[in-house]
T-cell receptor
Framework: GQQLNQSPQSMFIQEGEDVSMNCTSS?????WLWYKQEPGEGPVLLIA?????ELTSNGRLTAQFGITRKDSFLNISASIPSDVGIYFC???????????FGTGTRLKVLA | DSGVTQTPKHLITATGQRVTLRCSPR?????VYWYQQSLDQGLQFLIQ???????AKGNILERFSAQQFPDLHSELNLSSLELGDSALYFC????????????FGQGTRLTVV
């Protein structure tokens, strides 16, 4: 099935470091979402982006909707141990109600 | 707790069998989505229902079917199961069909042996 390319695939970082991850597609999306999934849980929505160029923050998280509408970025500042999890991007396929999910970035934070 | 309830949490069954996964959306949500997550994979959109009607379809196999009942709960039926169908199956719900904020359940882990 169709998936978005998300990178990096995994990250091991020290507590306090900033984190950057991105999602790219060959298709244009009208909406980008970022989710976090913790072990044994379903994904939880972190940030939603609706307009090209939009920059939105949620606490220590900041996400941007790429100008080309084919990519999105998520930054986490001053990481803490509870940031551990898998981060997924998702794009809304133009003209449909279908969301395509990225392959995920697995984040581990070392205290 | 997202308010979306999925049962069962775990299911182990043999190849060739048929199973039904159940989802109760959040109170007031009319839209239900089903996703499949294979090991170390992202989520694959399967199908969406809105107020009892199919709204969008993803990469759902012909062996799989779903429905949404008048009380808005939904069931995903998986038949002629194969080993490759082993995965986490998530249900999500939202108020409207085009809502971006969909709330996910905890998933049903299906193991086909």
């Amino acid at each position: 099935g169709q998936q978005l390319n998300q990178s990096p695939q995994s990250m091991f970082i020290q507590e306090g470091e900033d984190v950057s991850m991105n999602c790219t597609s060959s298709s244009i999306f009208n909406t980008w979402l970022w989710y976090k999934q913790e072990p044994g849980e379903g994904p939880v929505l972190l940030i939603a982006l609706y307009k090209a160029g939009e920059l939105t923050s949620n606490g220590r998280l900041t996400a941007q909707f790429g100008i080309t509408r084919k990519d999105s970025f998520l930054n986490i500042s001053a990481s803490i141990p509870s940031d551990v999890g898998i981060y997924f991007c998702a794009g809304l396929v133009s003209g449909t109600y279908k969301y395509i999910f990225g392959t995920g970035t697995r984040l581990k934070v070392l205290a | 707790d997202s308010g979306v309830t999925q049962t069962p949490k775990h299911l182990i069954t043999a190849t060739g069998q048929r199973v039904t996964l159940r989802c109760s959306p959040r109170s007031g949500d009319l839209s239900v989505y089903w996703y499949q997550q294979s090991l170390d994979q992202g989520l694959q959109f399967l199908i969406q229902y809105y107020n009892g009607e199919e709204r969008a379809k993803g990469n759902i196999l012909e062996r799989f079917s779903a429905q949404q009942f008048p009380d808005l709960h939904s069931e995903l039926n998986l038949s002629s199961l194969e080993l490759g169908d082993s995965a986490l199956y998530f249900c999500a719900s939202s108020v409207r069909a085009d809502d971006t904020e969909a709330f996910f359940g905890q998933g049903t882990r299906l193991t086909v042996v």
